[in-house]
């Protein structure tokens, strides 16, 4: 007998149970689910972003023009920093918990009866994610921007057919799942190409931009390629962003602002934009310039270069693979000449190794490595095991962060880092919700 859900809180707390089924790559369970729902995703529109990284900020740049623009956007991305209910937003609003308490109790008898059969028992959270998502935007959003969830081509978002879709960058992560080369990985996030619908690509390596083009030229669509189609070109620092400039064949936005700090924010922002451009042509909507300046300066993404703290300057950054961890060592020029701490985390499936090996390159810095609890975290072994190579450990992540704390000067810099679910469980010290 299945158990009955009365509030938000069971309804999370259900959805989180089925973490237990891992990632089980393939479509067969979330295409079933949604055949029973009488499939709430036919007749959207949806634009779909893949990538290694940049999806999260991508998408955030992306919606805030749209939304500007005068449409009503979805959007539905992973994993969530501030609570469960900011995977699925409208309009930059959360779901609500009477919302998604309504969903759940739809959907979980349906899941119910699917473990009973065999072939399609097991569903993860993230498939019934995607599936709440589809759902809740069904006649109540104009688009909504679909973050993939992990690779492309057997992600569980991948049963939509997107008015347009975006691939932000390729590197290595989830390895043991989708491929130990680039040109693999690119295979797997390239899976996303529908045929006939145009793809706007970030920058990519020429290895794994090949595979895509390959892919595309198979599916017959159209590529908008950074540097070749359009360019973002970085132009100052700015106090709380970036400034840069924006061109393609037909428009010329020479002074943009965004509120994200990092230079490799300005690709992002740039291939927001083209996506922007992209969707307005394909849906022939109107727009005016003002909306991607004002959607581009208005954009929030928590946990990315995040400012937690003034004086001292204290950075959240969700550096989870070792493609963001570079992106982060080279932020970190930024602060020359300062002493940097770094306090660090991740899941054990990620490369450790080498992304410890990337943070210690950072010039004046004092790197300490933590854990957390969560699943796949590191153990105490591990960080014995680390301390041991001559890592710095702090066995309680509050303890190590206090300890920093009152070691600092007002002119030195703290950058907590390494996993996203790392970040989502710090934040809430510095940011009262």
Request: aromatic share 8%; with cysteine; charged share 25%.
């Amino acid at each position: 007998m299945s158990m009955t859900i009365h509030s938000a809180k069971e309804a999370i707390a259900w959805i989180h149970s089925r973490l237990k089924f891992g990632a089980r790559p393939g479509l067969l369970r979330v295409k079933e689910l949604l055949r029973r729902l009488d499939h709430p995703e036919n007749g959207q529109n949806f634009i779909h972003i893949a990538g290694t990284n940049g999806k999260g900020s991508t998408t955030a740049f992306l919606a805030e023009m749209l939304k500007k623009s005068g449409l009503n956007v979805g959007t539905f991305t992973s994993p969530y920093i501030v609570k469960f209910n900011e995977r699925i937003q409208i309009n930059g609003n959360f779901i609500s918990d009477e919302e998604l308490l309504s969903l759940v109790q739809k959907v979980k008898p349906l899941v119910d009866e699917m473990d009973q059969e065999e072939t399609f028992s097991g569903i993860t959270e993230f498939e019934i994610n995607t599936v709440l998502g589809f759902l809740y935007f069904k006649d109540q959003v104009d688009v909504a921007i679909i973050e993939v969830g992990l690779g492309g081509l057997l992600d569980s978002t991948n049963v939509l057919t997107p008015r347009l879709s975006g691939i932000t960058t390729i590197g290595l992560d989830h390895m043991k799942i989708l491929g130990n080369t680039l040109a693999e990985i690119a295979y797997q996030k390239a899976g996303i190409i529908k045929e006939n619908i145009p793809v706007v690509v970030g920058n990519v390596a020429k290895n794994p931009l090949e595979v895509i083009q390959k892919v595309a030229n198979e599916k017959n669509s159209s590529l908008s390629l950074y540097k070749r189609d359009y360019q973002g070109t970085f132009l100052k620092d700015l106090p709380t962003g970036e400034l840069f400039s924006y061109e393609d064949e037909q428009v010329n936005l020479p002074h943009l602002e965004i509120s994200l700090i990092g230079r490799h924010q300005v690709e992002n922002a740039a291939m927001a934009v083209r996506l922007f451009l992209e969707y307005c042509h394909i849906t022939q909507w109107p727009f005016k310039e003002s909306d991607i300046k004002y959607g581009l300066k208005h954009t929030f993404w928590p946990a990315r270069m995040e400012l937690l703290n003034q004086e001292p300057l204290i950075f959240l950054d969700g550096a989870h693979n070792d493609h963001a961890v570079k992106r982060l060592v080279d932020n970190m020029k930024m602060f020359k000449g300062r002493e940097i701490f770094i306090l660090y985390s991740a899941l054990k499936r990620k490369d450790i190794t080498e992304m410890l090996a990337d943070l210690k390159k950072i010039p004046h810095s004092h790197l300490v490595v933590t854990t957390f609890d969560y699943p796949e975290t590191l153990t105490k072994e591990d960080l014995a095991s680390l301390k041991e190579q001559g890592y710095e450990i702090a066995e309680n992540w509050e303890e190590g962060l206090g300890k920093i704390i009152q070691q600092m000067d007002e002119e030195d810099v703290l950058v907590i880092t390494g996993s996203l679910y790392f970040s989502s469980l710090v934040r809430p010290f510095f940011k009262k919700e």
